[in-house]
């Protein structure tokens, strides 16, 4: 890539950061794939990463807040999710915006 090309670049990434009041750092791919992040830390063993965030997506009724309760069930006490996947223990935070207190309550119970 020729020194031109690069300013256009250098110019566009900064007018982005600009332009949306951001301090998300917009970078080069070349600039994060020469990064060393060291090895990634997992609260469910390939499934879930630490230092991140996770979102489950999907259509109504296909048991996502049941999928959830029983992550959340198993990272809290340092067990095995599904039996396979270990866990690293750690605190949990639910924030269930669809269901009421009493629905929360009963699904935890039945788990």
């Known amino acids: 890539m020729d020194n031109n090309n690069k300013q256009k670049i250098e110019a566009l990434l900064k007018n982005l950061d600009e332009k949306y009041e951001s301090d998300l750092g917009f970078q080069r791919l070349g600039d994060v794939m020469s990064k060393d992040f060291g090895p990634i830390n997992w609260i469910v063993d ?58 929360v309550q009963d699904r935890f119970k039945s788990l």
Not at 52 to 62: E, L, R, V, W, Y
Not at 75 to 80: H, I, R, T
């Open 46 to 103: 390939k499934l879930v990463p630490a230092d991140s965030f996770s979102i489950i997506s999907g259509d109504p009724a296909n048991y996502k807040t049941w999928l959830m309760m029983d992550i959340a069930i198993r990272v809290s006490q340092g067990l095995p999710f599904l039996g396979h996947f270990p866990t690293a223990q750690c605190p949990v935070l639910i924030v269930d915006e669809e269901n009421p207190e009493r629905v």
